[in-house]
């Protein structure tokens, strides 16, 4: 399993993204090996904003379609991730680390997940999650 931030769903959905080529071939090494790719809610909120600011409709709905396929698995947050995501939002301040990132870490750490899929290097490899000493980013 890998739990997906918005990064790279908005870049491989744009071929003029700087990330479009490495996104998309990482989805489908990731898709060949039948590996779930889990979308915490609030990254599937905020993915649906910014297709639809970026592309439009058309952009939002092609996405809404592939959470409805299966192709990418929505995770809905627990009273426990949010108290997590609260913590989380605090203690990176400086980042600053949003809701929509922090819950990413939230969902991997009560899942174990270790592999996150990003381009927000930055992020990801500052947070230091409970269940291991860090995550792999993909695409690396």
Not at 8 to 18: G, S
Not at 89 to 117: C, F, I, K, N, Q
Request: net charge neutral; proline share 4%; with cysteine.
């Amino acid at each position: 399993m890998i739990v997906v931030d918005t990064g790279p769903i908005v870049a491989a959905t744009f071929q003029d993204d700087k990330n479009h080529q490495r996104c998309v071939q990482a989805f489908m090494r990731l898709r060949v090996a039948k590996r779930p790719l889990l979308v915490p809610s609030f990254v599937a909120g905020e993915s649906c904003y910014m297709l639809g600011k970026l592309g439009g409709s058309k952009a939002e709905a092609a996405f809404l379609r592939l959470l409805e396929s299966g192709w990418f698995r929505i995770v809905d947050l627990t009273e426990s991730d949010l108290a997590r995501i609260a913590v989380l939002v605090e203690r990176y301040h400086d980042l600053p680390l949003g809701a929509a990132d922090a819950s990413v870490v939230a969902v991997a750490e009560r899942m174990r997940v270790t592999e996150v899929a990003t381009v927000d290097v930055r992020h990801f490899s500052v947070v230091r999650p409970v269940h291991t000493h860090a995550f792999t980013l993909i695409p690396a």
